[in-house]
């Protein structure tokens, strides 16, 4: 019994420092180490009770079938017979109980070997999953709160490159525009060059940012500066030839090595970004060609597994979703504040501007209210047909004398509106006069049936230094005025509010 109680006192101190290496090994390494230790343990055993010796052996050639699986039971097995035929008389019984039990641990080893990669393949799956879920749920959240494109798209690629999302290096997108055939840079997350990636992704690793963390963190500061503008500032032409133009034909992802292939839309990326490995995932939705994304590792160079591409999938198409709704939004918003015909903006987007300008401080500028003359007698002789190309002839014409800083509007009918912004009263009144000569030199169509033979307009402008309770009501009021003293007064001319009195 003493030796009994010695051999444990001596394995639980073997066992307690191996246990401290173990950490610094992998799991491979850890399974020989519990080999080797059970090794040690069943040559070292010196009692010869029968009871306690098969016990040991069961032990034994289980925890080798466990350790190195089939490999760690025949060795345990040949350790076992050696050291039988050392300490006792060999036995034919004895050698057949050690292969029945051989193959009964097989047996069951084997099963709950198999049964136990199941249950990790299934953690594993149940975990990604799981954290699919999550980043769904919180992309989600965090589109239904913007209707800008630059924050959906910044939404996305930190969704990307996050270590709590998908965790790559890097992520680039490119918009395909449908008017000029081309594929526009829009914006990156990651490092120019992969060694300058390599601080930044393990401050993320060491501080385990959540997703959410990173959206708060990129809104306060300006990410990637070097990046983006390198990739804002790239523009393709959309070849039928080139792997992004077949990738959006056909709806398929590509992992390709650079150095494989020669695309001159990917050579000259790989130039500017030093690409070696990269994904391409095409964004279509309802076979409208929305963009790519391009992906890559230059910082840690991990290889782009099968399975990382099957997570990416669901995003790519949340992505392209999302940039088709959110651009039949913003359609639909520039539509209901643009008029249909002349393309200028309409009364509405007059007004919305109007309180835009009223919530700064003490804001300087004119409103010009302008109306054609005689336009019922034009369109009554002409038809409403040629009405119209006059209308949008006078829209083309008011756009070209529009500085940077002024708007001019379709106020409705044959009614214009243009806002001066940091003019002085003198100032709006020439620039007014200057459109009406303008017209009246401009060659409309069928002009010459008017009264006097040419298409005139009067103008009506008021200033914010001439109104003393300024209001948007007040400022509109008072240029209307302007303008039906311009009419009354013969029309074709300018007149300027100054306060109740005309000039």
Known sequence: MSELIEWIVIMSIVSIALNVIRFFLNEKRNRLLVFLFFTFSFLSFQSHLLDEYYL???????????????????????????????????????????????????IIGTRGIHHFNQLSDWKQKMYQNTKQLTIMKEISAAIQQTDELDRLLHIIVTTITAGH?????????????????????????????????????????????????????????????????????????????????????????????????????????????????????????????????????????????????????????????????????????????????????????????????????????????????????????NGHLLGNVALE????????????????????GEEFSVILMNVTPEEAYDIADRIRLAVLAEPFPEQHTQPGGHLTISLGVSHTDFIHDLTEHAILKTSDEALYEAKKSGKNKVVLYQGGRSR
Not at 402 to 408: A, E, L, V
Request: hydrophobic share 40%.
């Open 393 to 412: 002839q006078l829209a083309t014409l008011l756009k070209s004398h529009m500085r940077k800083t002024d708007q001019s509007y379709r106020f409705g």
């Open 165 to 381: 999302g998908l965790g790559f290096n890097r992520c680039l997108v490119f918009l395909n525009d449908h008017l000029s055939n081309h594929i526009h840079g829009m914006m990156g997350i990651g490092p120019v060059r992969g060694k300058d990636g390599f601080e930044k992704w393990n401050e993320i690793a060491v501080k385990k940012y959540k997703l959410t963390d990173l959206l708060e963190r990129m809104d306060e500061e300006h990410i990637d500066p070097e990046l983006n503008e390198l990739v804002s500032s790239l523009s393709f032409d959309f070849r039928p030839s080139s792997i992004f133009y077949q990738a959006l034909r056909d709806g398929k992802d590509r992992l390709i090595n650079v150095k494989d292939v020669n695309d001159t839309i990917l050579n000259e990326l790989s130039d500017y970004f030093h690409m070696d490995e990269v994904l391409i995932v095409p964004m279509v939705y309802q076979n409208k060609k929305i963009g790519i994304l391009l992906i890559d590792n230059p910082v840690t160079h991990k290889k782009i597994t099968p399975e990382e591409i099957d997570n990416l999938m669901p995003l790519a198409l949340q992505t392209a979703i999302s940039i088709h709704q959110l651009n039949m939004y913003q359609h639909i918003k520039t539509m209901s504040v643009t008029d249909g015909l002349t393309k200028l903006k309409n009364q509405r987007a007059l007004k919305n501007d109007l309180t835009h300008i009223f919530s700064e401080k003490d804001p300087q500028f004119a409103v010009v209210m302008i109306d054609i003359d005689y336009f019922k007698h034009y369109n009554d002789t």
């Open 56 to 106: 040991l052996v069961v032990l034994y050639l289980m925890t080798g079938m466990y350790s190195l699986h089939a490999n760690g039971l025949i060795i345990s097995s040949a350790v076992v017979l050696i050291r039988h035929f050392l300490y006792f008389t060999p036995s034919v019984t004895l050698f057949g109980l050690l292969i029945l039990t051989n193959i009964t641990i097989y």
